[in-house]
């Protein structure tokens, strides 16, 4: 079985839908899964320096004073805390641009992307870390056993930037216009982070119509 996963690394609700897939993966005992993280931009307007988190939330919110802000990441961190994932909002500056931890996301082996995905959230989500920042993603490469130099190479090489513009393509001909959004075996499409024991039944259910 074939999982996609389109996903942006500034969304919260996909590191808690990524966590509970790990968590139906741990529980799965059916076929082999594969599962393809793919690139999404929330919001292409981010410019390349990124922009003040509240000010760019609460243009997203249309809440120029702020008063829906802090009950909707309240929401999120109680979300995150019973998916076992913790979130930090308050040492939150930057709204980055996503591009380039995209790149970072393509360039790695197939074996690190969920383990560099998974530092990549927690880097912005927990540690307020400018993601945006090459220097930032380069430390999370390190910190994930990869090779710096190497990796700074292949953030620009051609096939990765085709790579995350095919996600971005991809994305818009499925019409997905927010994440994380699931597809399985490339038939069945949900968005929103969904509970282990719902992702374990639509496994069981795209496995058995396979078969």
Known sequence: MIIDVF???VCPWCRIGKSYLAEALGLWKGEQVTVRFRAFRLDP???????????????????PGGEKLQALLDGVTRAGRQAGVPFR????TTMPD??????????????????????IYR???????????????LRVAGECGLTPAEISKRLYHEDVENSVRADYALAKRLNINGVPFF???????????????ALLDLMKRVSEDRN
């Open 183 to 197: 597809i399985l075996n490339k038939k069945a499409g949900f968005s929103g982070a969904r509970p282990p024991e």
């Open 45 to 63: 307007s981010i410019p390349p320096q990124g922009v003040p988190f509240a000010e760019a939330m609460n243009r997203k919110l249309q809440d």
């Open 123 to 137: 880097a912005y989500f927990e540690e307020g870390l400018d993601i945006g920042k090459e220097s930032v993603l």
């Open 89 to 92: 909002f308050d040492r939150i």
């Open 7 to 9: 996903q942006d690394t």
């Open 98 to 119: 996503t591009r380039l931890s995209h790149r970072l996301i393509a360039a790695v082996p197939e074996s690190s992307k969920s383990r560099v995905l998974d530092r």
